[in-house]
């Protein structure tokens, strides 16, 4: 006999109850502890994944909301620019720009020399605003035509520089400034 089954045999009263409780705690963690630890930290991934579902959410509501206001902000702003900015009709432009250009022509020291205004005939039937085209001719100093143009840019009037042409045909003479520019109107419910 060798020595481990002596002492089996001498000790087993001892020996098969230890026996019988070590596997009695293998089976119980095999059985309760193990599957627990395991319920448990999938709860708690599940938990941190929630919670970032969660944070998500809430910055897709906040983006949300945000440009729910930014549009509702943004059409304020566009109905004020309809209503306040923009001339009624054709002829409210006219009037606008008609005295306007002149009175800056003469407060930057340029000669206006001519102007004509027209309606832009490629405007659709159904369109919301119509177009003035305005093509005018100024006379003087490169420096003064500057100045035109930052009090045409800072004035109240709601005009767009939508080309310029500088010309001088002798040296002697001054130079010759052409502007093409452009005004929106509010066109009626019969596109006039």
Known sequence: MTLWKRILVEKRALVIPLLLAIAINVGVYALVVYPLGVKSATAVDRAAAAAEAVKAAEADDNAARALVTGK?????????????????????????????????????????????????????????????????????????????????ESAPEFVIIDHVTIGQTDVSKPLMFTLELSTYYRLGAHGN
Do not use: C
């Open 72 to 152: 509702s902000r943004a059409e304020q702003e566009l109905s004020t620019f309809y209503d306040e900015v923009l001339p009624a009709d054709f002829s409210a432009a006219r009037r606008l720009t008609y005295a306007a250009l002149p009175r800056l022509a003469r407060k930057s020291n340029v000669k206006y020399e001519q102007a004509r205004y027209e309606p832009d005939s490629s405007i659709q039937k159904n369109a919301r605003l119509g177009r003035l085209q305005i093509r005018i001719v100024l006379q003087g100093e490169y420096e003064s035509f500057r100045q035109f143009l930052y009090e045409l």
